[in-house]
């Protein structure tokens, strides 16, 4: 049976996690964010530094907050993906979770397409695409840097587009009208070069996923090709998989 003081204790960290979850819930700490340091954490609560980290254990169970020995606690960034066996854009995906998308165009120009591109994209080599490079984020937080390469015979006009906040995919449908149906994807685990680190906000070396795809029409007809570098704590991929039967 418990003690009057266990009790005691037991209801002040109850009280301490209600209070410490209703301040992540009404975005006190938004996500990304560090929380004071423990001592003055507990002050503010009015709590011993015990009973604060019981609580601030209980939220990390829940995953509503990280640890790091050596810079205390913090709050998870939204995790942003697709859901499962759904194709979406980056736009698309934000506007799902109630976020808004921003684009910042870092490079944006006609040019002929590589043996490799022409390969996947299923034209003759040198054919004219469209080659666009943009930094991606969601409620100002930079996100992706998304390098695409699209037939331009497919999307005539596309070319005289300021594409720096909108969907390539809703522009290209509507520019060709055709119905971008399903992607060829793959993601690997890398590590982020100087220049992407930069763009990302993250230190140099830090992990970052890549996504490479190449995007198909309804009927079979190969639109763009494209290269995602994701954030690692910001991203993640989901899919169904299936066995045969």
Request: glycine residues 6%; neutral net charge.
């Given at each position: 049976?418990?003690?009057?003081?266990?009790?005691?204790?037991?209801?002040?960290?109850?009280?301490?996690?209600?209070?410490?979850?209703?301040?992540?819930?009404?975005?006190?700490?938004?996500?990304?964010?560090?929380?004071?340091?423990?001592?003055?954490?507990?002050?503010?609560?009015?709590?011993?530094?015990?009973?604060?980290?019981?609580?601030?254990?209980?939220?990390?169970?829940?995953?509503?907050?990280?640890?790091?020995?050596?810079?205390?606690?913090?709050?998870?960034?939204?995790?942003?993906?697709?859901?499962?066996?759904?194709?979406?854009?980056f736009s698309e995906m934000a506007r799902a979770r109630g976020l808004a998308p921003q684009s910042k165009i870092l490079l944006?120009?006609?040019?002929?397409?590589?043996?490799?591109?022409?390969?996947?994209?299923?034209?003759?080599?040198?054919?004219?695409?469209?080659?666009?490079?943009?930094?991606?984020?969601?409620?100002?937080?930079?996100?992706?840097?998304?390098?695409?390469?699209?037939?331009?015979?497919?999307?005539?006009?596309?070319?005289?587009?300021?594409?720096?906040?909108?969907?390539?995919?809703?522009?290209?449908?509507?520019?060709?009208?055709?119905?971008?149906?399903?992607?060829?994807?793959?993601?690997?685990?890398?590590?982020?070069?100087?220049?992407?680190?930069?763009?990302?906000?993250?230190?140099?070396?830090?992990?970052?996923?890549?996504?490479?795809?190449?995007?198909?029409?309804?009927?079979?007809?190969?639109?763009?090709?494209?290269?995602?570098?994701?954030?690692?704590?910001?991203?993640?991929?989901?899919?169904?998989?299936?066995?045969?039967?």
């Amino acid at each position: 049976m418990a003690t009057a003081r266990e009790t005691d204790i037991g209801a002040a960290v109850s009280e301490t996690y209600r209070k410490l979850n209703e301040s992540l819930r009404r975005g006190v700490f938004p996500p990304g964010s560090r929380l004071p340091g423990e001592r003055d954490l507990a002050a503010s609560v009015g709590v011993s530094r015990s009973t604060l980290r019981q609580a601030l254990g209980r939220l990390a169970e829940e995953g509503q907050l990280d640890r790091s020995s050596q810079r205390g606690w913090f709050v998870p960034r939204q995790m942003v993906g697709e859901p499962p066996s759904t194709l979406q854009s980056f736009s698309e995906m934000a506007r799902a979770r109630g976020l808004a998308p921003q684009s910042k165009i870092l490079l944006q120009r006609v040019r002929p397409a590589t043996f490799d591109e022409a390969q996947r994209l299923r034209v003759a080599p040198a054919a004219r695409v469209l080659e666009l490079r943009r930094l991606r984020s969601m409620d100002a937080v930079p996100i992706c840097v998304d390098t695409s390469v699209i037939v331009l015979a497919l999307a005539p006009g596309l070319a005289d587009l300021d594409m720096t906040d909108l969907s390539l995919y809703e522009t290209v449908e509507r520019l060709s009208q055709i119905r971008i149906a399903r992607s060829s994807y793959t993601v690997r685990a890398d590590a982020s070069d100087e220049a992407t680190a930069a763009l990302l906000e993250i230190q140099p070396g830090a992990p970052i996923l890549i996504g490479e795809e190449t995007t198909y029409s309804d009927d079979g007809t190969a639109v763009l090709t494209g290269t995602m570098s994701y954030r690692a704590d910001a991203y993640r991929f989901e899919a169904d998989l299936f066995r045969p039967l």
